[in-house]
């Protein structure tokens, strides 16, 4: 149990720079997710807290030390990884007990740990086993038991579901949060997926290009991204964005593109008179946009010619052509029908539109 | 379909399967060139093969010292090589090359120069330690020297091969299971024990599997290096059924002599392919 500590922590392959200036401040038994597209350098910050990569500026603490010198095996730290980096021609046992004999920690503390972790993760009938006898599944169990053992001061997750089948991945999403709750023990955890962000991560770190963008509850992040990427990155589909151009109109302020003209809500009209530039962008995720009309008029209402559905059994996401912007809606009752190339209208949940500065694409609040 | 195999088909039929019978034939008759009558005598020539002392205490002891010692020490050699080449040095590239030229160079060439260097009078090897106050050596007069140097020759010969190999298996081992070892705290020795040799183990099998069977018709460097001598001391397999078929020019003990031989080798192949089979099983 411990709390990290990045400080300013930046890393670069020679003159070329991967990770800027990142600062952190992990609690004792937190759990932080970093998300990020691929090359945003999320891997690399997670592997200088291994120690598997040299840190290139700033500090990193564990504890109460500052390990940024200290090899893997001293900075009491366990890792899974992607591809379960098991030892292929050991059993399972001598998989989770290798760590501990490196250690010599004696036989009957090992037999003791290694029960204690196969109970958790349901891996007692596989001991005899070899890796290559096991599913994807239970070899990344066995990755987990390997962690466990040990009672690390923190646990290091480098994409440990990429490589497991959609149906595994949820399954093994849920057993991961099951996990926290019986071995709690602080963890980062590193995905390129914004619903493992958003399911597994008391905080969740979206990072982008090696700079982080934002640190939050996964509520937060998603109900309050503070720029455009952060907004793009979480939620699926992805928010909705339209340039517009704001306007007055009949004592309102209006967010007006071809096609389109909506009535910018009040608790936002004071943000934006505040800022200079009268085209911003306008951002609304799929699920806030509804088809038809509302029971009162909010000001938000659009037509749109259908250009595509997509039918999920569970609901209806729709595609409508706006302002030149493919515009999706999702949650659409499954059973609506409608025909493509017709016109539909739409409106807006006025409490949850978003808007962004259309150079620095930073939220506009 | 048929059409299709049958020039490579033809090939071996010509050069490989006729040959064969007509070795088989000779070995059971008295046929050499001073006999052109090719009499029939039965297994005459395996029962004279196989009581013939030099061949059981000496010529069979000797190609499987010869077999056992060369790979092992190539093997030993050859790891050891690509481990040092895996890791980035400055001249790397240049260490890689100058270490694959032995591979180019033709067993006969090697054997000649190898032999030239220990020289009595000459060579500069036996000069150089007689320089360092060593004592003398009859490096190819006495048995057991001119044994090591045939070994020592074929070592240096095969222990280019064994590193190219194993290198190229170094460098396509996955990287994690290491980064794994560094955190479970597992020392050099022991990663090198416990996860790079059983990661290595199918190549290095294969390796040591092609190796033996070469290795058990080993002729050039010994002939060149001692001719089996002295004394047919260090006559090993091929030599023996070389000499009786064409110094002696009794082909039919020598074509019986090759028979032996591909038997035996049959035998030594099936038990070290169940032997891998095995260790494949263990180490996957």
Redesign the interface.
């Known amino acids: 149990m411990a709390e990290v500590i990045l400080k300013s922590v930046g890393k670069a392959y020679g003159s070329h720079p991967v990770v800027h200036d990142v600062s952190l401040t992990i609690a004792d038994n937190e759990f932080v997710v970093l998300v990020g597209p691929s090359g945003c350098g999320k891997s690399t910050t997670l592997r200088m807290v291994?120690?598997?990569e040299s840190i290139s500026s700033g500090t990193i603490q564990i504890g109460n030390k500052v390990v940024n010198d200290l090899?893997?095996?001293d900075r009491d730290?366990?890792?899974v990884?992607?591809?379960?980096?098991?030892?292929?021609?050991?059993t399972v046992y001598d998989n989770l007990a290798?760590?501990l004999r490196?250690?010599r920690v004696d036989e009957a503390t090992i037999k003791k740990e290694v029960e204690h972790a196969t109970n958790i993760l349901g891996l007692a009938p596989l001991l005899s086993r070899?890796p290559?006898q096991l599913s994807g599944g239970q070899q990344q169990r066995v990755a987990l038991g390997?962690c466990i053992v040990r009672h690390p001061q923190v646990f290091l997750f480098d994409e440990p579901l990429s490589n497991l089948d959609a149906k595994l991945r949820a399954q093994m999403r849920i057993e991961l949060k099951a996990l926290r709750e019986r071995v709690a023990t602080t963890s980062i955890y590193v995905t390129h997926d914004q619903v493992e962000a958003m399911t597994l991560g008391d905080r969740v770190v979206v990072m982008k290009d090696g700079y982080i963008q934002q640190v939050g509850t996964p509520l937060d992040i998603y109900n309050r991204p503070k720029n455009r990427f952060v907004a793009s990155f979480m939620g699926s589909p992805a928010m909705n964005f339209i340039n517009v151009d704001l306007i007055e109109e009949g004592g309102r302020t209006r967010a007006v593109a071809k096609d389109l003209s909506i009535a910018v809500p009040e608790r936002q009209v004071a943000s934006l008179s505040g800022h200079g530039n009268r085209s911003v962008i306008l951002g609304i995720r799929p699920e806030h946009i509804h088809l038809g009309a509302p029971a009162e008029d909010l000001g938000t209402t659009f037509r749109g010619e259908l250009t595509v559905t997509e039918q999920l059994g569970s609901e209806l996401v729709v595609g409508t052509k706006v302002a030149d912007t493919l515009i999706m809606a999702s949650r659409i009752a499954p059973e609506t029908e409608l025909k493509l190339h017709e016109h539909a209208p739409f409106w807006v949940d006025p409490k949850a539109i978003h808007f962004f500065d259309s150079k620095t694409e930073a939220a506009i609040r | 379909m048929l059409l299709l195999v049958a020039p490579a088909a033809l090939v071996l039929v010509c050069f490989q399967i006729i040959p064969i019978f007509i070795g088989m034939n000779a070995s059971f008759r008295d046929w050499s060139l001073v006999n052109p009558a090719k009499t029939w005598i039965g297994l005459k020539h395996y029962r004279d093969v196989l009581s013939d002392p030099v061949f059981l205490y000496t010529v069979l002891p000797n190609t499987f010292m010869l077999m056992v010692s060369s790979v092992v020490l190539s093997l030993a050699s050859g790891l050891g090589l690509a481990l040092l080449l895996n890791k980035p040095f400055f001249g790397r590239p240049v260490v890689r090359t100058v270490i694959l030229l032995p591979l180019t160079v033709a067993p006969v060439i090697t054997a000649t120069m190898i032999r030239w260097s220990f020289n009595d009078q000459f060579g500069v090897i036996t000069n150089l330690l007689s320089v360092l106050g060593f004592p003398e050596i009859g490096w190819l007069s006495d048995k057991w020297p001119s044994f090591s140097l045939i070994i020592l020759t074929d070592v240096w010969i095969w222990a280019p091969w064994f590193t190219i190999i194993i290198l190229a298996a170094l460098q396509g081992l996955p990287r994690e299971p290491f980064e794994a070892a560094q955190i479970d705290a597992s020392g050099k020795w022991r990663t090198f024990t416990h996860i790079t040799l059983p990661m290595l183990k199918p190549v290095i099998i294969v390796c040591v599997l092609i190796r033996s069977i070469d290795a058990f018709r080993t002729f050039d460097q010994v002939w060149i290096l001692t001719g089996g001598g002295p004394a047919r001391e260090t006559e090993v397999f091929s030599v023996y059924a070389y000499v009786e078929a064409f110094v002696h020019l009794d082909y039919g003990k020598g074509a019986a002599a090759a028979g032996l031989g591909a038997l035996i080798m049959l035998v030594v192949g099936i038990g070290l392919y169940k032997l891998v089979n095995r260790l494949m099983e263990v180490s996957r």
């Open positions: 291994a120690g598997l090899p893997p095996k730290i366990a890792m990884f992607q591809n379960y980096a098991l030892y292929q021609h050991m290798f760590g490196n250690r070899k290559f390997r």
